[in-house]
């Protein structure tokens, strides 16, 4: 059975893209059939993904809009080994024109269930906002993951993503739930990152995942060679936390 995650957040720098991205990879590097979606107008998955999303004449702004399927905008990404619905400034407009359109909530998630049973794994890569796209993203997907920063302001945007989430279970998508938490750019040196954590721990128990992805270079340099970091640097730190992640999410699902 295919599973789709959403992986979202309405706060920006928290690593969404740098997850869908290597995620991607490292799920599809253990031989599962990937499909990462960006549904984000800054195109920064297309782009590190190893796709330039100035050439592009057909992305899921196109599918949104009902003017292409999915078959034919999907490319295959190398060397990550996983397929891509890419997405490019374009999609910026599609919020505005998909207002008038019927069932605008769940354009995607129609899109995807022709060809979704291709895939192990669909991973959707949703812009930082509570936005249309958004909403597309989370009625598409059986569940969210949420990167996030063990940082200040983090449990208080944590809760809006919750009470969001909620509100799309009652409203759209009734079997959308979290399937975890994951720390991203972790510093074990940083006090305030330790105490975060342990409250994310305390509150949410067995949904943070046991993996935390560290603060490394090769993570942060990979996207400008176009490259997922386990084609960058495979011994890194970044590389060996993202296999783990997938690992872990596969035993999950055993």
């Not at 999303?53 to 905008?73: F, M, N, P, S, W």
């Not at 009625?139 to 009470?163: F, K, R, T, W």
């Not at 409203?171 to 739930?177: E, L, T, W, Y």
């Amino acid at each position: 059975m295919t599973r789709i995650f959403a992986i979202a957040n309405q706060k920006g720098g928290v690593g969404k893209t740098t997850t869908s991205i290597n995620l991607a990879s490292s799920l599809a590097s253990i031989d599962k059939r990937v499909l990462l979606v960006d549904l984000d107008p800054q195109g920064n998955t297309t782009m590190g993904s190893g796709v330039d999303k100035r050439l592009l004449d057909r992305t899921v702004y196109q599918i949104l809009l009902g003017e292409q399927v999915a078959a034919e905008v999907r490319l295959s990404t190398k060397p990550g080994k996983y397929d891509l619905l890419p997405a490019n400034q374009e999609l910026a407009g599609a919020e505005v024109e998909m207002v008038a359109l019927e069932q605008r909530e769940s354009r995607l998630k129609k899109a995807l269930q022709v060809i979704q049973a291709d895939y192990d794994f669909i991973l959707i890569d949703c812009p930082p906002a509570l936005n249309l796209l958004t909403l597309n993203g989370l009625c598409a997907a059986h569940a969210v993951i949420i990167p996030m920063q063990c940082e200040y302001y983090a449990l208080e945007g944590l809760s809006d993503l919750v009470n969001t989430i909620k509100r799309v279970r009652t409203g759209f998508n009734p079997a959308i739930r979290i399937e975890g938490l994951l720390r991203t750019m972790f510093d074990p040196r940083n006090l305030l990152a330790q105490q975060v954590s342990d409250q994310l721990k305390q509150h949410f128990g067995d949904k943070v995942y046991r993996t935390i992805i560290p603060r490394n270079i090769r993570l942060a340099e990979a996207p400008g060679f176009g490259l997922p970091v386990l084609y960058h640097d495979k011994q890194s730190r970044g590389a060996q936390a993202y296999l783990e992640l997938a690992n872990e999410i596969l035993a999950t699902a055993n």
